[in-house]
Each structure stands twice: as structure tokens, then as C-alpha cells.
């Protein structure tokens, strides 16, 4: 892991490294996640990817909104809105100071883009881990285009991936066993997504 504590590290890790901030996201009771300062987060927390500047691999890393909100100084990256699933999408998920990249996850949104959204979302929650890779892509994708229909290969992409659950779990199953310390989680609904799987004959959501 990436490993970002004190000002000085993070500046020389900007020189070093391409750095992109994925997602900005809830840290739910019962979960334990550590930054990147080596610290256990607390509250929200940020996803990045980092790429060496003379290398094609890129890998990922957890940090608090205080490191965080550094190193999108130093990238001059605008701050990202926060995803949190205890709040209405209305009330509660702005964040404190400075600019959002969004002002609003429901700003002209294709209904089912945001379902599909909603879910690379959940599972960074669920899992504890960055998105990289294919899912990174999509969710890039998806907010750069968020008034278009996704794409069948986006939505067969999202649900091979939550399939590779270690428990063998649909989003939906995950979401619930979350619910047991965390009772005000909203309903999630992806029915739009799963419409479009049965559409492209998928024999199985994953979504649930």
C-alpha cells in the first residue's frame, strides 16, 4: 500500500505518481478501514488511483478527507461529492467547504445510469476497496456520460464483478447484512439494471 503520512510525502508522492481521485465515500458502523497515513479512518474516506510516471500499472489506496483534501490540493482536482447511503440524496451528502466535482448525484441523470452508479458505489463500501481496473473505467464513464442509457457491456461488466463476491453474495444480500449495524441505510432499487440484464439474456443478476 501506498503509504502517504506527513505533508512532505504526499507532495514528493505527486511528483512521483500520476494520482486520481476515484470515489468519496461513507465509512458505515462495524467496518475498519486504514488510510494510507497508516491511521484508521473514522468517517468518509477517498479512494484514489496512482500510476507511476514510467509505468503503465496502476494501483489504488484509502485515505481520510484531511489527507485527502491535500493531495487534491496538490493535483488542483476539485473535491468529490460524497456517496452515503444513510442519507437521502437531497440532505446529508454534501461535503464541508470547497467545491464538489457534482453538484448533485440526481443532476440529469439516466435513471438507470445512476442505478448502475449506485452500485460501483455500494460495492466500494461493501468490499473495503478502491475500484480499479474495469470498474474504475465504467464508473468513469458513467459520470462523464450520466444523462445516456449505460451500455449492456457496462451493466454485464458490474455484475461479473459483484458475482466474484467471496460469499457468493447479490449486492442486495451485502446490503443487508450492513443493515445489522447500520439500520438506516436507504433502499436501493435496481430494477432498471436488472431489466437490462434479462433483455441481454443474462441468465443471473447479481445485482438482486
Known sequence: MLLCRSSKV????????????IAHVRLLNGQERR????????DSYYCFSYRARNSDVTETFLCGT????????????PKLKLFDPLASETVGTGTSGGTNINTG????????????????????????????????????????????????????????????????????????????KNNMIRDFSFDLINEALIKNRVEKSFFG
Open 35 to 42: 488510510s494510507c497515513t497508516k491511521d484508521l479512518l473514522t
Open 105 to 180: 448525484f440526481n443532476d440529469s441523470w439516466h435513471p438507470a445510469t445512476k442505478q448502475l452508479f449506485n452500485a460501483i458505489n455500494l460495492i466500494i463500501i461493501c468490499w473495503g476497496r478502491a475500484p480499479s481496473g474495469v470498474m474504475q473505467k465504467i464508473k468513469e464513464e458513467l459520470e462523464k456520460y450520466k444523462n445516456r442509457e449505460p451500455l449492456p457491456r457496462q451493466i454485464k461488466a458490474i455484475n461479473t464483478i459483484i458475482s466474484r463476491d467471496h460469499g457468493g453474495r447479490t449486492l442486495q444480500q451485502m446490503l443487508d447484512e450492513l443493515r445489522n
Open 10 to 21: 504526499r507532495e514528493k508522492l505527486v511528483q512521483e505518481y500520476n494520482i486520481k481521485p
Open 66 to 77: 484531511y489527507a485527502a483534501n491535500h493531495f487534491l490540493e496538490l493535483i488542483h482536482h
